[in-house]
């Protein structure tokens, strides 16, 4: 089991930012897909955003379409961290937020039954 720890989240004003963290250990695998889920209360877990780490490299970092624009996923392989930057906030946006981490996939996959890996999450709180 791959140990992943969310920080960051917290209670912010509809228009305000907030940016999440996710410390995991050293990438070994060659393909790798971390992600960003959410879940509100009643509601299935959903796909936020995905950043592949293939051979080193971080690329192809892409969004559900209601938060484009508005988030950025970030992975920093100098001190393995995958970030989620949150800015104009929404009171939809609120929910937990989980990172997701899927070795050896060549593609990041938006379902959740893909990873094997999750935190245990953080809660966002968008007020309107």
């Known amino acids: 089991q791959v140990h992943l720890e969310e920080s960051g989240g917290g209670s912010v004003q509809a228009g305000g930012s907030l940016k999440l963290s996710c410390a995991h250990p050293?990438?070994?695998?060659?393909?790798?897909?971390f992600s960003w889920f959410r879940q509100s209360p009643g509601q299935e877990r959903r796909w936020v955003a995905s950043?592949?780490?293939?051979?080193?490299?971080?690329?192809?970092?892409y969004y559900e379409h209601s938060v484009k624009g508005r988030f950025a996923i970030s992975e920093d392989l100098t001190s393995n961290i995958l970030s989620l930057q949150m800015n104009s906030l929404k009171p939809e946006d609120t929910a937990v937020y989980y990172c997701?981490?899927?070795?050896?996939?060549?593609?990041?996959?938006?379902?959740?039954?893909?990873?094997?890996?999750w935190g245990r999450g953080t809660q966002v709180t968008v007020s309107s």
């Open positions: 997701a981490y899927e070795p050896g996939a060549w593609v990041c996959a938006e379902s959740s039954t893909y990873y094997p890996h």
């Open positions: 050293p990438i070994t695998k060659t393909y790798n897909c």
């Open positions: 950043i592949q780490v293939d051979e080193g490299a971080v690329r192809n970092p």
